[in-house]
């Protein structure tokens, strides 16, 4: 079973960037499957981030992508997050999941969230 | 952009009863990009059907999916009080790639 753990801080200030490290364990990283981030403001829905293959290529959300840069360590296992030129909005936990490209376009396996506060 | 709506907004049900939740898509989707998943207060969301009526690893039969084109329902057959959770729709278009989801119908007692 794999297994996701976000890590990374949790106050963050105003026009500043958020950066968040996604660590996957009892698998590999580097099969058939897409890694994701999604976030979810205190009290709201969910919303969709990004995702990054293995070999590196990235989708994004078209909402965010001016400001959101994915990315992978195979070596270690990690997949980050940086999210800049925060406002109050960008305030939700974040996600990190799995996309088991083998049975389909879904999140399969999550992360337990961290909750990110953009506030001075 | 695909846009998903679910209803009812909220599910006011009893455990043993049987719940039946709707998602619509905007316009016409393929089922095998369609899943649902139950969220619990603190706690990630997890799935429960993926192409729109297979049951993820480990999920009761009680839960089903089942719909297509524009329309689809997730049925909980008989309530039980781990049940009582906001429940997520969710679509992936290819063109451009992009994950929705839906706002969420919230079960409680």
């Known amino acids: 079973q794999v297994q996701l753990q976000e890590s990374g801080p949790r106050l963050v200030k105003p026009s500043g960037t958020l950066s968040l490290t996604c660590a996957v364990s009892?698998?590999?990283?580097?099969?058939?499957?897409?890694w994701s981030w999604v976030r979810q403001p205190p009290g709201k829905g969910l919303e969709w981030i990004g995702e990054?293959?293995?070999?590196?290529?990235?989708n994004y959300n078209p909402s965010l992508k001016s400001r959101v840069t994915i990315s992978i360590d195979k070596s270690t296992k990690q997949f980050s997050l940086n999210l800049n030129s925060l406002t109050a909005a960008d305030t939700a936990v974040y996600y990190c999941?799995?996309?088991?490209?083998?049975?389909?376009?879904?999140?399969?396996?999550w992360g337990q969230g961290t909750l990110v506060t953009v506030s001075s | 952009e695909i846009v998903l709506t679910q209803s009812p907004g909220t599910l006011s049900l009893s455990p043993g009863e049987r719940a039946t939740l709707s998602c619509r898509a905007s316009q016409s989707v393929s089922s095998n990009y369609l899943a649902w998943y139950q969220q619990k207060p603190g706690q990630a969301p997890r799935v429960l059907i993926y192409g729109a009526s297979r049951r993820a690893t480990g999920i009761s039969d009680r839960f089903s999916g089942s719909g297509s084109g524009t329309d689809f329902t997730l049925t909980i057959s008989r309530l039980e009080p781990e049940d009582f959770a906001v429940y997520y729709c969710q679509h992936y278009g290819s063109s451009p790639p992009l994950f929705t989801f839906g706002p969420g119908t919230k079960v409680d007692i």
């Open positions: 999941a799995r996309i088991p490209l083998s049975s389909g376009w879904y999140l399969d396996n």
């Open positions: 009892g698998g590999s990283i580097s099969i058939h499957d897409w």
């Open positions: 990054i293959f293995h070999s590196g290529s990235t």
